[in-house]
Structure formats: structure tokens, C-alpha cells
């Protein structure tokens, strides 16, 4: 298994641009999240999903927007890019009824 | 709202020690509590679950527990090593699935 897959793995955004950013899991997990990380700071929550078809907000939800068409997969769409949004960005999925969650290697955005 | 404290943010030990780190949470009616680990650059990478009846989780040097009561988890990493080198961060799991995490303790052993 390849567990939690992200890309990219870095990119640099001017203010203003949009882009997508890919997670995909293969242990057939219900729940799959959006976090990011500040320097010096926890993980806060974007957005998360608990399945197919449904989205939730997290903690930090503005700017971003996410879909979930099918189990594997669960891009974070980031539209009108602005330097708040410059961060490292985590994916992560946690079966159901096992609570362990298992994280993608991140994306590091830079919105200059 | 629950919110996850760790304590020390940094730490820097010789080789050999043993170390405890703490993470301490404000809701007592914790669900589970999972310890993971940050190499710089990396992604987290799970280190030990502590489900809500259980009261600790032991892997090789690593050993982690809980106390609701007291609203603590305390990781033990006995005899460290410089591959112990890392961020140690716990999470806060709820019912719902939702994680809240710590921001960290910074760990650096010296050979």
C-alpha cells in the first residue's frame, strides 16, 4: 500500500492564482481531512469528510473549498490565492472504528 | 472548547536519558488520544493510540498514558537515542472523529 499520496510537493503561487492540490489513499478509509501547519503552530483543520459525498468544515475552513467524488480521493481547492495561505499542508485518513490516523508527506505553498 | 497543551515546546537531552513529555487537554471527556512524530520536513507518522479504555500503549522504548481524570497524557521515551531527534505532537481524538493537536515538543538528543 501506498497509504496517503500528495501532490505536489512543493509550489509557489502568485496572489491571486488558484490551484488544486491532490490527496489520494488506498486503505479504502472513510475519513480523509485537510489540515494546515504554521511555523511554531499545531495542525488545524480545514476541511474533513466522512465518506464519499460528504464534506464538512473545519477550524479554518475560508479560502479553500473540497469535493469527494469517490473514497480515494479528496482535493482541496484554494481559489484567489492570498500570503495568509502560505503554509505546509497535511492530508491525512482514518478508518472507521480504529481512530489511527495515518498522514500524507504535505505540500509546502508559497503565495507571493 | 477543547484545547491540547504540550509541555515542554523544546527539549534537549543527552544520549541515554529518559525522557517524559507531557500533553495535557481541558475537555476530560476524551475519547482517545494518539502520539505522533515530525521529522523536519516530513509528514507525522503515528506513534502510539491510547483508546479511551485503555489507560496506556506500549511500543519498544515508547511508552504512552492516559489519565482522564487529571485531563494528562505523558510519553515516555526511555533510554533516548539521537534518532529520537523529532517533534512530538498528541492529538485530541473526539467521537466525531475530529483530532485537535497539540503544538508540539521539539526534542533534540545528543551523542
Known amino acids: 500500500n501506498a497509504g496517503v499520496t500528495q501532490t505536489p510537493k512543493f509550489r509557489i503561487l502568485k496572489i491571486g492564482q488558484s490551484m488544486t492540490l491532490q490527496c489520494t489513499q488506498d486503505?479504502?478509509?472513510?475519513?480523509m481531512y485537510w489540515y494546515r501547519q504554521d511555523p511554531g503552530m499545531g495542525l488545524k483543520l480545514i476541511y474533513y469528510s466522512v465518506g464519499a459525498g460528504i464534506t464538512d468544515k473545519g477550524e479554518v475552513p475560508n479560502g479553500y473549498n473540497v469535493s469527494r467524488s469517490t473514497t480515494e480521493d479528496f482535493p482541496l481547492r484554494l481559489e484567489l490565492a492570498a500570503p495568509s495561505q502560505t503554509s505546509v499542508y497535511f492530508c491525512?485518513?482514518?478508518?472507521?472504528?480504529?481512530?489511527?490516523?495515518?498522514f500524507g508527506p504535505g505540500t509546502r505553498l508559497t503565495v507571493t | 472548547k477543547q484545547e491540547v497543551t504540550q509541555i515542554p515546546a523544546a527539549l534537549s537531552v543527552p544520549e541515554g536519558e529518559n525522557l517524559v513529555l507531557n500533553c495535557s487537554f481541558t475537555d476530560s471527556a476524551i475519547y482517545n488520544l494518539q502520539w505522533f512524530r515530525q521529522d523536519p520536513g516530513k509528514g507525522l507518522t503515528s506513534l502510539l493510540l491510547?483508546?479511551?479504555?485503555?489507560r496506556e500503549q506500549t511500543s519498544g522504548r515508547l511508552n504512552a498514558s492516559l489519565d482522564k481524570s487529571s485531563g494528562r497524557s505523558t510519553l515516555y521515551i526511555a533510554a533516548s537515542q539521537p534518532g529520537d531527534s523529532a517533534t512530538y505532537l498528541c492529538a485530541f481524538i473526539s467521537g466525531t472523529y475530529k483530532y485537535i493537536f497539540g503544538t508540539g515538543t521539539r526534542l533534540k538528543v545528543l551523542a
Open positions: 486503505m479504502n478509509h472513510n475519513y
Open positions: 491510547i483508546q479511551s479504555s485503555q
Open positions: 491525512a485518513s482514518t478508518r472507521t472504528g480504529s481512530y489511527e490516523q495515518y
